[in-house]
C-alpha cells in the first residue's frame, strides 16, 4: 500500500486557488446529491480549554472517504490568534485502502476560501464591485486571494478590532496581491460600501449588523464553526436568503441561526438549501439584484476530501507522485 504524504510546503505548492475553487464545486455538488447522510463533526475540550475535533465522512462521488483530526489551540506566535493543526486522512473508496494524508492546517485554510468563492460566484451579482473582508487572520488572507477570482472587484476594503494590525495587513496583502487593499476604521462604513462581505474573525459578538448592510450584498459567514460565538446579529440572519454548506450541520452547529433560531426570529425552514443544491440547478440562489444572500461556511469533510483528490491528480501530472 503506498499512502502519499503531503506536508505543509506540498500543500501550499500544489493546492493553487483556481484549481481548488473547481475541486470544491465539484465537492459541493457531489455532497448535496448523495443521499447517505453524512456523521456531523464533533468538538471537544481538551486541556486549557483548547478544542480537538473530528471531522469524518465520504465524497461517494470521487470514490473516497476519511476524516479530519485537527486541534485549535492558542498559537504562540500570534497573541490572541488560534492555530487549526492537524492531518487529513483519505480512503481509497473501492479497497478501503489508505492513500493519502495531508497537513491539515494549510488545506483548511486555501479550500475554505475558495469555498466561499465558489458561493459568492453562485450566490453574488453579477456586477459587485466591492469586496469587504473582516477580519485579519490567515482566513481573511485566503479569501483575499479566492474571491478576486470570480468577481473583478474595483475595490477591496478589509476591517479589523485592531485598527493597527488591520492597516499591517491591509499593506501586507495590497503587496502581495500586487492591488490596493485599504484598511477601514470603522465596521459599518465597510459594510456600508460593500456588495461581498466576508465575515472572517474570532469574535464571541456580532461584528456586523443587519442595519449597515445594503440591499443587493452577499455575505460569507466563516468564522463562527460551532454553537457559542456569533459574527453576525439576528437581524441579518433573518432577513437573508440563507443558504448553508451542509443543511444538517448547519441546523445543528451554525450559532448565527441558533441565535436568530432562539430569538424567534426564524425557524429551520430559514435555510433554503446547499449550495451544492444552488451550483446543481435544484435550488434558487439569489432571487433578484435587491435581496440579501448568506452563505454559511461551517466546513466540511468533503471540502477536505476533494482537496486532497485534486492533490493527487495534481501531483501525478507533475509527475511528483513516488512511483
Not at 476604521?185 to 459594510?191: H, L, T, V
Not at 440547478?281 to 433578484?288: A, I, K, L, M, P
Not at 468533503?302 to 512511483?323: F, H, M, T, W
Amino acid at each position: 500500500m503506498t499512502i502519499v504524504v503531503f506536508d505543509a510546503a506540498r500543500v501550499e505548492k500544489l493546492l493553487d486557488y483556481p484549481g481548488c475553487i473547481k475541486a470544491m464545486r465539484r465537492a459541493m455538488i457531489a455532497l448535496s446529491s448523495s443521499e447517505r447522510p453524512q456523521p456531523l463533526r464533533q468538538i471537544f475540550t481538551v486541556g486549557d480549554n483548547q478544542m480537538f475535533g473530528t471531522m469524518p465522512g465520504e465524497l461517494q462521488a470521487l470514490s473516497t472517504f476519511g476524516a479530519k483530526l485537527v486541534s485549535v489551540f492558542v498559537d504562540a506566535d500570534r497573541q490572541g490568534r488560534s492555530r487549526h493543526q492537524g492531518v487529513v486522512v483519505s480512503y481509497d473508496g473501492k479497497t478501503g485502502a489508505v492513500t493519502c494524508i495531508a497537513d491539515a492546517e494549510p488545506v483548511t485554510q486555501i479550500r475554505t476560501g475558495c469555498a466561499s468563492a465558489t458561493a459568492t460566484d453562485a450566490l453574488a451579482r453579477t456586477d459587485a464591485e466591492v469586496l469587504a473582508i473582516f477580519g485579519t487572520g490567515i482566513q481573511a488572507q485566503s479569501h483575499l486571494r479566492a474571491l478576486p477570482l470570480v468577481r473583478p472587484f474595483r475595490e477591496i476594503l478589509t476591517w479589523g478590532r485592531s485598527p493597527e494590525r488591520t492597516a499591517e495587513f491591509a499593506e501586507q496583502m495590497s503587496n502581495e496581491l500586487g492591488r490596493a487593499v485599504t484598511a477601514v476604521s470603522d465596521g459599518k462604513e465597510a459594510a456600508g460600501r460593500a456588495d461581498v462581505i466576508c465575515t472572517v474573525t474570532s469574535s464571541s459578538e456580532p461584528v456586523l449588523l443587519g442595519e449597515w448592510v445594503k440591499p443587493g450584498t452577499h455575505i460569507n459567514l466563516v468564522g463562527s464553526s460551532y454553537i457559542g460565538p456569533v459574527e453576525v446579529d439576528g437581524a441579518l440572519v433573518a432577513k437573508a436568503r440563507y443558504v448553508a454548506d451542509y443543511r444538517p450541520g448547519v441546523l445543528a452547529q451554525a450559532a448565527e441561526l441558533a441565535a436568530a433560531r432562539e430569538a424567534k426570529l426564524i425557524d429551520d425552514g430559514h435555510v433554503i438549501g446547499e449550495i451544492g443544491d444552488v451550483l446543481a440547478g435544484r435550488v434558487r440562489g439569489r432571487e433578484d439584484d435587491s435581496q440579501i444572500t448568506i452563505y454559511k461556511s461551517l466546513g466540511h469533510v468533503a471540502q477536505d476530501l476533494a482537496a486532497l483528490v485534486y492533490l493527487i491528480e495534481r501531483a501525478d501530472a507533475l509527475g511528483s507522485l513516488p512511483s
